[in-house]
């Protein structure tokens, strides 16, 4: 579940959506039994990426909308409580949940899929995934190849499977699925064409790359773990990526916060990689070296 550096152990989800009107509050409420980083619950003003495609998300989770002829597209959702934020923010924007046709995702864990079930239910949308991700899904996280059942959300059935390199197209924009397994098996990866400044450039929405307090050597559940995280690597270096966002906005140079620039520090697609890559050898080398 988490990206990286601030988590704690987890525990099962206590409580899932809170009806409650979230215009004047500064931080989400706190509805699950596990602490979680305040930036993953503090709301933020949308803001546009490209011509089409914006942030909605938290400061500390990634949510986006991509605004086409024939409706909308949502990207991941950020923790299970954040479901009414996402639906006030979508209005603000001028999107009634009817207009929402598609739902991507990133993997999996409650902080990025926690809200899918609620949006499905109040949108209609065609929820998209892949095998991998969509068992996960449907199980509400249960049985996670790395948490067990400390991590659970709301379960919801997704209408399509993809597969990799397909494509998906409304209103003239194509959005391509690339596996990217790393952080999950089932980790999911798009990329689009948007326009900025009158030009078209290529949005990679890469998927986290981080291998938190996982069993690299020897993983009687996942023995190919080593093999998956390179190619997941490999995949991520090699997407076009104009302008890249990951669901842990932070991570690749995106400061979402009221600063009056969010993109200060953009990373590349091969930058993020190659950070990604060294920690994972790093880890590896400690485990390794702890086994021997």
């Known amino acids: 579940m988490p990206d990286h550096r601030c988590h704690r152990p987890y525990a099962l989800l206590a409580a ?29 003003q949308p803001f546009q990426v490209a ?27 950020g923790m299970p409580q954040a479901a009414p934020l996402l639906l006030q923010h979508l209005q603000s924007l001028g999107i009634a949940p009817r207009d929402v046709r598609l739902m991507l995702h990133s993997h999996a864990h409650a902080d990025h899929a926690g809200p ?24 509400g996280g249960s049985a996670d ?6 991590i659970l959300f709301p379960p919801v059935t997704a209408d399509r499977l993809v597969q990799d390199g397909e494509t998906i197209e409304l209103g003239g924009v194509a959005f391509t699925a690339h596996f990217t397994p790393a952080h999950t098996p089932g980790s999911l990866s798009w990329t689009w064409t948007d326009r900025r400044d009158g030009r078209p450039v290529a949005i990679a929405y890469a ?25 997941g690597f490999a995949r991520v270096r090699a997407l076009p990526c104009d ?24 990373v590349s697609c091969a930058a993020y990689a190659d950070k990604a890559e060294a920690a994972f050898d790093a880890a590896l080398a400690k485990q390794r070296e702890a086994r021997d």
């Open 16 to 44: 899932l959506l809170l009806p409650l009107p979230l215009a004047a509050q500064s931080v989400l409420p706190q509805t699950q039994a596990y602490e979680v980083p305040e930036s993953w619950r503090r709301p933020v």
């Open 207 to 231: 998927d986290s790359l981080s291998a938190p307090d996982y069993r690299l050597v020897d993983n009687p559940r996942y023995p190919g773990i080593v093999e998956d995280y390179r190619r």
């Open 116 to 139: 899918l079930a609620a949006l499905r239910r109040a949108t209609g949308a065609t929820l998209v995934s892949n095998a991998e991700s969509a068992a996960l899904l449907a199980r």
């Open 145 to 150: 190849i790395h948490y067990g059942d400390k």
């Open 243 to 266: 302008i890249l966002i990951a669901p842990h906005p932070g991570g690749v140079g995106w400061t979402p916060a009221d600063t009056g620039n969010p993109h200060p520090a953009p």
């Open 51 to 77: 011509e089409r495609t914006w942030y909605i998300g938290t400061e500390g989770l990634s949510a986006l909308l991509v605004k086409t002829e024939a409706g909308a597209v949502l990207i991941d959702g």
